[in-house]
């Protein structure tokens, strides 16, 4: 099998080529590693490199499946980790200056299932310092680019782990998301990213931040890529509080359930949100696509309250306080767009913070109003595509409109408020050749549903087949 054709590999056929012994944890490391060595010195998208310690656990995994051992389900699977959390015995800076040099002594819960269920760490992604803005760049490591166009961004915050899935660099990919920091840079780079459930995957053990907001997930080429990753990934830990107890749940069959019968609304603004015109037609057109598959599309009118302002507030605040010890060190090292910002946490209020939770009840009592009607709802992942590399914080118009930098996250913000599972499936591309994405909301707790309305989506309007010109 020629390198490219195995780097381009599903990991489900993946896992079940290596059981049957018709490949090589070694042959498929090693393809992996020589494109990597290749392709990311243009992107960026590897930060930190475990290349001898992948490939002695994949000669350990090759002689498992020799001797018949017992195999996990991403047995000699590769994956990478993006570096917002720990890892054991492999560096882990979450793009700032404070931990260029730190080293966990333990992995975070969902790194040790995977280890379990036999994938091979390949690295840490790159991500912007602690994660809190959609373009990858920090102090450390510098930007990561998007593999469709050098000039653009992959989006934030997992967008090294975005990036690498694009460019084929392993098929699977971690990311977390706090505000849309899993589905902004896959709709950027046109991949599938899935934001579970809150709670969904254990998180600890992590530095403080994004307490009640962040979701891990995973970032692949395939939707079947990414429910075979997260069957893994999910599950209780008793390290992390607000993980939830295992739900009977089959995410793996969820793949071939199909929509037919479903409901499903379209929004194509919630209310509020300025769209790129480009944009909104691909995603319209892509809504409708569903009507094909035997569910029915209704376009609903949302009058959501706009969460914008008090995301700000937590994310400033919660960083601010997580560095509280270190803050002096940290202005002085700190990436330099954050530094008109963080000060801003001196001047919120315990109101403000309080204000904050108040507006996510009020959120929920209009959002879940919408799936006692309907099965899922439609919207479009981002109002944009991937803008400049060189603009840190995005555009400041869309369709002449004036906006702020939290505008750019405006449809998957509400979902990390709710806690909502959400994935974005890629639907089309520009005029420009840039990827669109389609985001997928389902009910709470529901991972199934979006994950069934993902697959249907991919098998009526594939993409896994479309490469970055990079490639």
């Not at 990311?40 to 994949?58: D, G, M, Q």
């Not at 002689?63 to 054991?88: E, Q, R």
């Not at 069959?253 to 769209?275: D, I, R």
Request: aromatic share 8%.
């Amino acid at each position: 099998m020629k390198n490219e054709e195995l780097c381009f590999m599903p990991a489900t056929e993946m896992a079940a080529a290596i059981k049957q012994k018709k490949l090589s944890p070694v042959e498929v490391i090693d393809a992996i590693l020589d494109r990597i060595e290749k392709i990311n010195p243009k992107i960026n998208a590897y930060v930190t490199l475990t290349a001898e310690a992948a490939r002695s656990a994949a000669k350990a995994a090759e002689d498992a499946v020799m001797k018949g051992k017992a195999l996990g389900p991403l047995h000699g699977v590769p994956v990478s980790i993006k570096d917002l959390v720990f890892t054991k015995g492999i560096r882990t800076t979450f793009g700032s200056k404070l931990y260029e040099h730190f080293i966990p002594d333990e992995d975070c819960a969902f790194v040790e299932k995977l280890k379990a269920a036999g994938a091979i760490i390949l690295g840490k992604t790159n991500t912007p310092e602690f994660g809190l803005i959609a373009n990858t760049d920090n102090p450390v490591f510098g930007p990561t680019r998007n593999p469709w166009n050098l000039t653009k961004t992959p989006g934030g915050s997992s967008g090294g782990a975005a990036a690498a899935a694009a460019a084929a660099l392993g098929p699977l990919h971690h990311g977390n998301d706090g505000g849309g920091s899993i589905r902004i840079p896959s709709s950027f780079c046109g991949v599938y990213g899935l934001k579970p459930q809150f709670g969904r995957v254990a998180r600890q053990p992590a530095i403080h931040g994004w307490e009640t907001l962040a979701a891990e997930g995973p970032l692949t080429r395939t939707v079947a890529d990414g429910a075979l990753m997260l069957s893994v990934m999910a599950g209780p830990d008793e390290r992390d509080h607000f993980s939830l107890p295992t739900q009977e749940m089959d995410l793996i069959k969820a793949v071939k359930g199909g929509v037919k019968g479903c409901k499903a609304a379209w929004s194509p603004n919630l209310g509020y949100a300025v769209v790129e015109p480009e944009v909104r037609d691909i995603t319209r057109k892509a809504a409708r696509q569903f009507e094909d598959l035997g569910c029915k599309v209704e376009e609903i009118t949302i009058d959501f309250l706009n969460i914008e302002s008090d995301w700000l507030v937590l994310e400033i605040c919660e960083t601010a306080a997580a560095v509280e010890q270190r803050r002096e060190e940290w202005e002085k090292v700190m990436y330099s767009v954050y530094k008109p910002f963080i000060p801003m946490a001196d001047t919120f209020t315990s109101r403000d913070m309080a204000m904050a939770q108040f507006h996510r009840e009020d959120l929920w009592a209009k959002i879940h109003q919408i799936f006692e009607n309907y099965d899922f709802l439609l919207t479009p992942t981002m109002p944009i595509t991937a803008f400049d590399v060189e603009t840190p914080l995005g555009p400041t118009k869309i369709d002449g409109q004036d906006i702020s930098p939290t505008a750019i996250p405006c449809f998957t913000l509400p979902f990390n408020f709710t806690g909502q599972p959400a994935a974005t499936v890629p639907c089309g591309f520009t005029k420009e050749g840039l990827p669109v994405g389609l985001q997928i909301v389902g009910r709470r707790y529901d991972e199934a549903t979006v994950i069934r309305a993902s697959a249907a989506f991919e098998k009526a309007c594939p993409w896994a087949d479309k490469k970055p010109p990079l490639t």
